[in-house]
């Protein structure tokens, strides 16, 4: 008969033995570390800040079980990991990145299944703010965990009671429906410039004469008085160096407008984008891709007055053009920002209304929308896109829940279900489908199931209306689980970025690039992915992202 004290040792052999296995079958070996660690994000700042509008856990290097554990994840999920450190070190032949694959792997034992989620985003920050051991002391150093909750029945229903709260706010300053758009049709043409793409090139190309010469695309941007008189202008970063400041001042000297946006026989200032294609050639190669204007808009207070759509050049006209309505001094505007004051909203809330009206020409394309509990401010957005828009054909909208709030652990790619859909022009039907959507199921965990509602909306595409041509309205740090189902489909996806705080998340680079797809964001749209070479580096929106074997990841961040 065994003795209690030798029983007891034997079940703690065994339980380490257990504890043993299981950490062998989990941990990376050196080579997988080592992979996993040349695709992270990277990016370099003075001091390390941590993003505002998501919940930060903070780990210090010499973080302990009894922090992993303060983490609670059973009541939430991790959508991000920043490792960060510092560039400053005493000893020249200090090795950095072994000290961050350490710790990553003492991360990953005690969080078994980490580095193979897909659905966190990792990015490695290095602060560069200090220079001697007293310096860096208070900077710091370990991780720094971004979590969101868990979606749960009870969390879906304070979701729900808050959407149709703002709901009824914005609905009660809503003027009665009606299918014709608000507000009376009135003139509008985009500002005229005094050259043509072709002279402004070749001004350029006489005032420039920086050294680089690397072959690259660069934007600029423009803000411009009602007089039509240059004021700012701004290079954006770049991947390729260049004479940042004598390119301004070429660009300057280049560029004039005859007056300000002319709208309802007044001028008003505005501000444009434009793309500049180095090296610019000799007289004879200059062609219109030179130099362009690529986008013209209003400053808010303008914008409150006139709903301004631009227009790309059709059989009617010959070259691009705008349309305009007016206000009665911006009340469906002021009604949905007084809805939007009940609650602390994201820099980029109103991305979807931004990006809809940026592209009226999207008018048959079938929209696919997130409809979990992180996608609450956006789908409150598209609703009041739709009260202002006023559909005037029906459109068909499909609304994904992932899964109708079934256990995490039953999920299964292209079985998860927890899919609506509605073909209408009225705003009430769609509403009503969209609420229907959320009571269902409010999502659980981080990733969703994206693909499968944009294959389910393909089979609804109805008469009229391409198969091929759908939006999808998606959270950038939640990627779906399912992305592999898209892997022969030949539809045309456009997706409105939801969340994108300090960076595009590489995956959705990924993804466009590998089908052919297009991004949209708040600040403008991404295009032309496929075209990209593995090993290119390519600026957006000020970041700049690699293309990898793999993908795309960071490697420098403004």
Request: aromatic share 8%.
């Amino acid at each position: 008969m065994l003795s209690v004290s030798f029983r007891a040792f034997l079940c703690g052999l065994v339980l380490l033995l257990a504890t043993v296995t299981t950490h062998a079958q989990t941990a990376p070996s050196e080579a997988e570390l080592n992979t996993f660690y040349d695709q992270l994000n990277a990016y370099r700042t003075s001091r390390y800040q941590p993003l505002p509008d998501l919940e930060a856990l903070q780990l210090p290097s010499t973080f302990s079980g009894a922090d992993l554990q303060a983490l609670h994840l059973q009541d939430r999920h991790i959508v991000r990991i920043d490792l960060v450190y510092t560039a400053f070190r005493l000893n020249p032949t200090f090795n950095q990145r072994q000290l961050n694959l350490s710790r990553i792997r003492n991360l990953a034992s005690g969080l078994p299944g980490l580095l193979q989620d897909e659905s966190v985003t990792w990015t490695l920050v290095e602060q560069t703010g200090c220079n001697s051991p007293t310096e860096c002391q208070p900077f710091f150093h370990g991780f720094v965990v971004y979590v969101a909750r868990h979606a749960t029945a009870a969390t879906s229903r304070a979701d729900l009671d808050s959407l149709t709260r703002k709901l009824r706010i914005l609905e009660k300053k809503r003027p009665k429906a009606s299918k014709k758009a608000p507000g009376k049709k009135v003139a509008c043409n985009l500002p005229g410039s005094r050259f043509s793409n072709r002279q402004m090139a070749r001004s350029l190309r006489r005032l420039y004469h920086c050294p680089q010469r690397d072959a690259q695309v660069v934007r600029f941007e423009l803000t411009v008085a009602a007089n039509g008189a240059i004021q700012t202008v701004k290079v954006l970063p770049t991947a390729r160096p260049l004479c940042t400041a004598e390119l301004e001042e070429a660009i300057r000297k280049s560029v004039a407008f005859n007056s300000g946006f002319p709208i309802d026989r007044k001028m008003f200032p505005f501000s444009a984008k434009g793309v500049i294609r180095l090296p610019i050639g000799p007289f004879q190669l200059l062609g219109e891709a030179d130099m362009g204007f690529t986008n013209f808009a209003l400053p808010d207070s303008a914008a409150r007055l006139y709903r301004v759509f631009l227009k790309k050049k059709n059989k009617q006209h010959k070259n691009d053009y705008c349309e305009a309505r007016i206000t009665k001094k911006g009340e469906l505007l002021a009604a949905a920002d007084t809805a939007a004051e009940e609650l602390p909203l994201p820099p980029d809330a109103n991305v979807v209304t931004r990006v809809m009206q940026r592209h009226p020409e999207w008018d048959k394309e079938v929209v696919v929308t997130d409809a979990t509990g992180s996608m609450f401010p956006y789908t409150y957005d598209l609703l009041a896109w739709l009260q202002l828009s006023a559909l005037e054909d029906e459109k068909t909208f499909v609304f994904f829940n992932d899964g109708n709030d079934q256990p995490d652990k039953d999920k299964r790619v292209g079985k998860t279900g927890g899919l609506f859909h509605v073909t209408t022009s009225s705003y009430e039907a769609i509403k009503n489908k969209l609420i229907e959507t959320m009571k269902a199921g409010g999502g659980g965990d981080a990733p969703e199931n994206d693909a499968e509602a944009l294959l389910y909306a393909q089979q609804l595409a109805g008469p009229g209306t391409s198969p091929t041509d759908l939006i999808l309205i998606a959270d950038n740090y939640t990627f779906p689980r399912d992305a592999k189902l898209l892997k022969n489909t030949t539809a045309h996806v456009r997706i409105i970025l939801c969340g994108v705080r300090d960076y595009i998340n590489p995956k959705y680079l990924a993804l466009a690039r590998q089908h052919g797809f297009t991004l949209h964001t708040i600040e403008g749209d991404i295009e032309n992915l496929s075209k990209l070479l593995e090993g290119e580096t390519i600026t957006i929106q000020g970041q700049q992202y690699q293309v990898t074997k793999d993908g795309f990841k960071l490697v420098q961040k403004t």
